[in-house]
């Protein structure tokens, strides 16, 4: 009676290609070799326990190379089993044995070399293992040259199934050779008339119907048979998802989101020895793996051991990066990390000493970055503010120091790194290779311990130049000489960074070291504006400084669309020249966390900007209108060193004239009260 299988047919899927096969007459298994040696034998069954790798005793034969070919196993001449031949390739020893008092001559005459080989044979539910005996006479060897091969016929395998195949020796003298196979199924052999599994085929067709995937049986309506869903694992057995005994036509019925590429099926109907037939259809599906990495997670087991949980093996290739607040994306570093076929859902070793908040272990898949996570941010606290140090050992034992900053690894001007780092002695070592070493330091600590006699130089210099300027220029320009002032506006259009432009001249008359983007455009230019941002307010903020928020229109759109959709603009929304739009990522966090009052100062323009449109999330720090307000906004830029008011008074009524050409020049500019990216402006506040 033929027994009736299941046959998968995918609803866009291609034709396999048809596959014929040699038939062989016989039901046991057998061995043979190419080997002019005693022929091989067959110990039947063993337990599949390859044990620990050891050394060897003397010269042996060792596997080199593993290959598959189907064949048909038949009974009678139609009535075959789909069969997995395997052939082992061998090769010598590096060097033969020798015996003493005994001549080289006889030696190849008496000498042989031996080598039990198991062959494991895993095809989901079942396994089975082989144990093979080869002997070769030595004369027929060449040290390290292979001296032929093993042919065993055959692991019984059903159609459509996945095979996976181990060889070694017993002992274990080297790691295990395999090979993984996907069989044919019966579309996909010529003679499918000769194996009685492909006789009656009924369908099961896989259809997809928007958010959810149809499993369909076309069956009779009395035929029993069982259908399992598993996960099917490349590391580990396979996990039963879903299994039914069924009767007759039937249609499961699947939501996109429960796909996943090892998701497999497997039919067989309920009679005595039924084959069953095993196929994955959704290998390939883009939203099955894109299910998969939303599943897939990263733990921190502890300080120095993480795990990849995911449902299904994945090709991942895994590194670590330091991540700088407020800084750019995370840099790779280098300790080294399993980087292709990750094992997912076992422990890892981290290289590390010692664990930091700022270091995170990126996944990525065919270049893509697919998971970026912070491990140690729960356990250790946020991301700080430390400068990353990194030791480089080259041959003959040169050293070299450099600062991690988001444009790059920054050379620190010393001729031996441990010069360096005994001035730094806050530092805190969290890895140490043959290739290098990475030091932590606050960056406080480390500026502080790094450049205090840079630093006491630039103080003495500043005092002379400020005694100098003193007996040379008006005091006015003299008492506020060196605090610095960082300028951020929006570019709304061009009438409104003249405005600006004449704003940073009058203040530079203050004797103040303006910073502005107008004046910076090469360096913007070269490193982006997020990088030119980071770099102007680290240093401003470092030297007692002041940052300007100059709030305009535009200004006020962007701070709307960061504040209400809790995300940055992507990558490129804002232009080359844009260090406003690129800043916000850092200057919130100060407003949001209490950092910005004695570091920030808000102004706006009289009729470009009501006071009342500024967002009360900035509304912490002095907010000044110019220029009504110039006096009180110099007063603020120059705090206690600020000169006598009446010197001050002058200057404020000089600058409130030569502003107000090119305020009116911005009013009647076109276009110059629009917020930008079309984007409407309430009249109220918000946060």
């Known amino acids: 009676m033929p027994v009736p299988w299941f046959l998968l047919s995918l609803a866009l899927g291609r034709n396999p290609m048809v596959v014929s096969l040699e038939r062989?007459?016989?039901p046991q298994d057998a061995a043979r070799c190419s080997l002019v040696s005693r022929r091989p034998w067959d110990d039947g069954d063993v337990l599949c326990l390859p044990g620990s790798i050891v050394s060897t005793p003397g010269p042996v034969l060792v596997p080199t190379r593993l290959q598959t070919e189907l064949v048909l196993r038949c009974h009678q001449e139609t009535d075959c089993d789909l069969c997995v031949r395997v052939v082992v390739h061998l090769a010598g020893p590096w060097s033969l044995p020798t015996i003493p008092g005994l001549p080289d001559t006889?030696?190849?005459?008496?000498?042989?070399?031996?080598a039990q080989v198991v062959l494991s044979f895993h095809a989901y539910p079942t396994t089975r293992c082989v144990l093979l005996e080869v002997q070769v006479p030595a004369a027929l060897v060449q040290p390290g040259q292979s001296v032929g091969s093993v042919v065993f016929d055959c692991f019984e395998a059903a159609v459509g199934a996945e095979v996976r195949i181990w060889s070694y020796t017993q002992p274990r003298y080297q790691k295990e050779l395999n090979v993984t196979q996907q069989l044919p199924d019966c579309r996909g052999l010529e003679v499918r008339d000769s194996i009685q599994s492909c006789w009656a085929p009924p369908w099961l067709n896989v259809s997809a119907d928007g958010d959810s995937v149809h499993l369909v049986l076309a069956v009779s309506e009395e035929q029993?048979?069982?259908?399992l869903l598993y996960w099917n694992q490349v590391q580990g057995p396979p996990k039963p998802w879903w299994h039914r005994n069924l009767t007759g036509p039937q249609t499961i019925t699947l939501n996109h989101t429960d796909l996943l590429p090892c998701l497999c099926i497997q039919v067989w109907p309920l009679e005595p020895d039924s084959v069953r037939t095993s196929f994955c259809p959704f290998k390939e599906d883009p939203r099955a793996h894109r299910n998969l990495w939303r599943a897939t997670r990263l733990r921190l087991l502890s300080l120095r051991t993480w795990q990849l949980d995911a449902p299904c093996s994945l090709p991942a290739e895994v590194v670590l990066c330091w991540w700088t607040p407020g800084g750019g994306p995370c840099q790779p570093l280098a300790p080294p990390l399993p980087q292709e076929n990750v094992t997912v859902n076992k422990a890892q070793e981290f290289p590390l000493l010692k664990g930091h908040p700022n270091i995170c272990v990126q996944v990525s898949s065919w270049k893509k970055l697919q998971l970026q996570e912070c491990l140690w941010a729960d356990s250790l606290g946020p991301l700080k503010d430390d400068m990353l140090l990194v030791d480089t050992r080259g041959p003959q034992d040169n050293r070299s120091l450099c600062a991690l900053e988001p444009s790059g690894c920054t050379p620190l001007p010393s001729r031996d790194s441990t010069e360096v780092l005994d001035l730094v002695v806050c530092v805190l070592q969290l890895w140490d290779g043959d290739l290098g070493a990475l030091w932590a330091c606050p960056m406080d600590k480390y500026i502080h311990k790094r450049w205090v006699l840079a630093?006491?130089?630039?103080?003495l210099f500043t005092a002379a130049l400020i005694l100098f300027l003193f007996l040379k220029k008006d005091p006015v320009k003299v008492a506020a000489r060196g605090r610095a002032a960082l300028l951020l506006y929006s570019a709304d259009d061009v009438g409104f960074e003249r405005l600006v432009g004449a704003l940073a001249s009058a203040l530079s008359q203050l004797s103040l070291r303006v910073a502005v983007d107008l004046w910076s455009r090469r360096e913007l230019s070269a490193q982006g504006p997020l990088a030119w941002f980071h770099a102007q307010r680290r240093q401003t903020l470092q030297e007692g400084g002041v940052v300007v928020l100059l709030f305009s229109p535009g200004a006020v759109a962007l701070c709307r669309e960061w504040?209400?959709?809790?995300a940055a603009a992507a990558p490129g929304a804002y232009g080359t020249h844009d260090a406003f739009a690129a800043s916000l990522s850092c200057v919130l966090p100060d407003f949001s966390e209490g950092r910005a009052p004695g570091r920030y100062v808000v102004a706006c323009f009289d009729r470009l900007l009501h006071l009342?449109?500024?967002?009360d999330l900035f509304r912490t720090v002095p907010v000044f209108s110019l220029p009504s307000q110039l006096l009180n906004f110099a007063g603020a830029l120059q705090g206690p060193s600020a000169p006598h008011p009446r010197r001050l008074e002058e200057w404020?009524?000089?600058?409130?004239?030569s502003l107000q050409p090119a305020l009116d020049s911005c009013l009647q500019f076109p276009g110059a009260p629009e917020p930008r990216r079309g984007?409407?402006?309430?009249?109220?506040?918000?946060i």
């Open 24 to 26: 062989f007459v016989g």
């Open 224 to 227: 029993h048979y069982s259908l």
């Open 679 to 686: 984007m409407e402006l309430g009249a109220g506040n918000w």
């Open 612 to 615: 009342d449109a500024v967002p």
């Open 106 to 114: 006889c030696l190849l005459l008496t000498a042989s070399l031996q």
């Open 455 to 459: 630093w006491l130089a630039f103080l």
């Open 563 to 566: 504040l209400q959709d809790g």
């Open 652 to 657: 404020a009524e000089q600058v409130s004239q």
